[in-house]
T-cell receptor, first 112, second 116 residues
Framework: NAGVTQTPKFQVLKTGQSMTLQCAQD?????MSWYRQDPGMGLRLIHY???????DQGEVPNGYNVSRSTTEDFPLRLLSAAPSQTSVYFC???????????FGDGTRLSIL | AQTVTQSQPEMSVQEAETVTLSCTYD???????LFWYKQPPSRQMILVIR??????QNATENRFSVNFQKAAKSFSLKISDSQLGDAAMYFC?????????????FGKGTKLTVNP
């Protein structure tokens, strides 16, 4: 099993550009989520989804959009990148939020 | 607000010795789970151990064990016989499920150094 697959692993953007971070899982998990990790801040929840067609905001949702059209995929969109969004991004999935999360390998995103 | 606090930004331990990482949390729920995750320099997030709040027995996974004190809302991780491969960031996490939300809340982490 591939588990949770995140692409790309690294990306450099210019301020104002848009991009989509991809996340796919093959474990039929209902719960999927996106986190950003910044030094000294731990992992902060951006958005999450409890199933196809259902999404909700986390702790730091501003500047990010998500959608969940299928159980497998949960893309994260940056509509107009800002330097404050420079971070490492993790996607995770599980059957429920109370179950152990399976994490992707992360995406290191730099915005100049 | 539901929070998870790790009061030790950094810890160090000698190889083969024991170290305890602390975590406190704030919740009004009565039944919940608690997690410890490890993040080595490879950046992968790895589940170390899980505790179910309704179980009085502390969870144990090989050299890793927890000291769960529900009334004190404390969830510390004990690593016995520390090995060089235990060097990593350790995060405590709590799934918040109140008010219709389902959010996993992480502490800010403790960086563990293992000295040979």
């Amino acid at each position: 099993n591939a588990g949770v697959t995140q692409t790309p692993k690294f990306q450099v953007l210019k301020t104002g550009q848009s991009m989509t971070l991809q996340c796919a899982q093959d474990m039929n998990h209902e719960y999927m989520s996106w986190y950003r990790q910044d030094p000294g801040m731990g992992l902060r929840l951006i958005h999450y989804s409890v199933g196809a067609g259902i999404t909700d905001q986390g702790e730091v949702p501003n500047g990010y959009n998500v959608s969940r059209s299928t159980t497998e995929d949960f893309p994260l969109r940056l509509l107009s990148a800002a330097p404050s969004q420079t971070s490492v991004y993790f996607c995770a999935s599980s059957f429920r939020v109370g179950q152990p999360q399976h994490f992707g390998d992360g995406t290191r995103l730099s915005i100049l | 607000a539901q929070t998870v606090t790790q009061s030790q930004p950094e810890m160090s331990v000698q190889e083969a010795e024991t170290v305890t990482l602390s975590c406190t949390y704030d919740t009004s729920e009565s039944d919940y789970y608690l997690f410890w995750y490890k993040q080595p320099p490879s950046r992968q997030m790895i589940l170390v151990i899980r505790q179910e709040a309704y179980k009085q027995q502390n969870a144990t996974e090989n050299r890793f064990s927890v000291n769960f004190q529900k009334a004190a809302k404390s969830f510390s991780l004990k690593i016995s016989d520390s090995q060089l491969g235990d060097a990593a960031m350790y995060f405590c996490a709590y799934p918040l499920t109140q008010g219709g939300s389902e959010k996993l809340v992480f502490g800010k982490g403790t960086k563990l150094t293992v000295n040979p």
